[in-house]
């Protein structure tokens, strides 16, 4: 039996075992383009391939609001392929190659519908609902109900990623060109800007907006003063190609998580950009791929390490590290 035990334990070293979360919500098992977390790990906005965008509390474990992204209401067919919630989870976000919607989620009614001039790439809201959406064209534009709108300009190439601070004041954008840029979000005024070694995949601000994240595809990844534009740290990443579908500071900027289109969840420290620890989402039975995306990642009350995949999979992790 010890043999046994150490050969197992030696098996899961080699291939590199994580240990399972602790509860698993199925949301969905229809595809899905993208789904967002709440702030707080209680509400999931996920857009299905032939259900429409639908709206999870996932308290109650209950669907609380299904939306048709376009004009007509009746139609099967969905569009949204990227989503995003509030910091104070009062309002939403779903976004088409070419129009946007902003959602009251305790309403559940549609507060603003814009056509967008170029084809979209991503975006972000703030809990004043004025919302982000990064551009192939390389601007970057702000929509807000019944407000003017702003247009960025100052990338050279498609936005592949934007954020948003939770006041709505500060505004952070990554392009396929190597470049990051910090804007003042309501004049649309740059701030600071990195330059990045390849195309950036992922970009985000900290709720108060003192912290910038951003990472390119070549596996570098860097956290910075907002007000200094400073290096605070480097993440150990230890492989090239590493890229991140997702990020979010949690336990009060403490910690940076992360998720990634191969399953992975990282949890890495702020201060030093060292990694604490990493988990494995979990595949579905049907599932026809061994790969899998980390949506979103949230910290929950009980600072439990909540994710959502497009494995149509809500799973909990428990607190982390």
Known sequence: MFRLTMLILCICSLLGCQPAAEKVFSVTKDSSYSASLSEDGQLALVSTA???VQLW??????LKFRWQHGSDAQSTD???????LSSNA??????????????????GESIGWWSLPASAQSVAIANNAQTLVGLVDGSVMSFAPQKSLIKFL???????????????????????????ILWQAQTGQPVHQWQLESRIGKVTLSQNGQLSFASDITGNGAIYYSDTAEVLSTL???????TFSSARFIQQDKILVTGSP???IILWQTQTGKKLANRQIQLTKNSQNRGAVVYSIASDAQQQIVSISNQGLVESWGPLP
């Open 154 to 180: 100052g990338h050279q190439e498609r936005v592949s990623s934007v954020s948003i601070s939770a006041n709505g004041q500060l505004a952070l954008s990554g392009s396929n060109d190597g470049s990051v």
């Open 262 to 264: 191969s399953k992975e």
């Open 57 to 62: 509390d996932l308290n109650k474990q209950a």
């Open 236 to 242: 150990a990443i230890n492989r090239r190609q590493m």
């Open 90 to 107: 009062q309002y939403a976000a779903t976004l088409t190659a070419d129009s946007l919607a902003i959602w009251d989620v305790n309403t």
């Open 50 to 52: 032939s259900n429409g």
């Open 78 to 84: 969905n569009n949204v392929f990227d989503t995003a």
